[in-house]
């Protein structure tokens, strides 16, 4: 059985990240390493997508009573691909609403 190894959360990286990290004012660079907003909208649904087909492999393995899987490993990859799944379904919310802020907007 594989225990599940999580990593501490870097938080100095996840603002770098998120472009915070420049002052008030001044030209944010673009958080995803020069990469346009598509490409790392379709880069995070390809990761959320690997993460949905994984878990639903693991819950496959489960079910089958594979011993090398662990019951453990397969609820946190579940859980994983949720909060994935989730958070790119509120990026699109945001996003179709400030669309339709701005289609509303009167010229």
Same mark, same amino acid.
């Given at each position: 059985?594989?225990?599940?190894?999580?990593?501490?959360?870097?938080?100095?990286?996840?603002?770098?990240?998120?472009?915070?990290?420049?002052?008030?004012?001044?030209?944010?660079?673009?958080?995803?390493?020069?990469?346009?907003?598509?490409?790392?909208?379709?880069?995070?649904?390809?990761?959320?997508?690997?993460?949905?087909?994984?878990?639903?492999?693991? %819950?496959?393995?489960? +079910?089958?009573? #594979?011993?090398? @899987? $662990?019951?453990?490993?397969?609820?946190?990859? =579940? /859980?994983?691909?949720?909060?994935?799944? %989730?958070?790119?379904? +509120?990026?699109? #919310?945001?996003? @179709? $609403?400030?669309?339709?802020?701005?289609?509303? =907007? /009167?010229?």
């Amino acid at each position: 059985m594989n225990p599940v190894q999580l990593k501490p959360f870097d938080f100095a990286s996840a603002v770098a990240r998120a472009g915070m990290a420049t002052p008030a004012g001044a030209a944010r660079p673009n958080a995803v390493g020069g990469a346009s907003f598509a490409d790392a909208m379709s880069q995070a649904l390809q990761q959320v997508s690997k993460s949905q087909t994984e878990a639903a492999r693991l %819950q496959r393995e489960v +079910q089958m009573d #594979n011993p090398t @899987v $662990s019951l453990e490993e397969t609820m946190v990859a =579940m /859980q994983k691909s949720q909060i994935g799944f %989730q958070a790119v379904l +509120q990026v699109r #919310n945001r996003l @179709v $609403s400030a669309y339709s802020e701005v289609m509303n =907007m /009167q010229v």
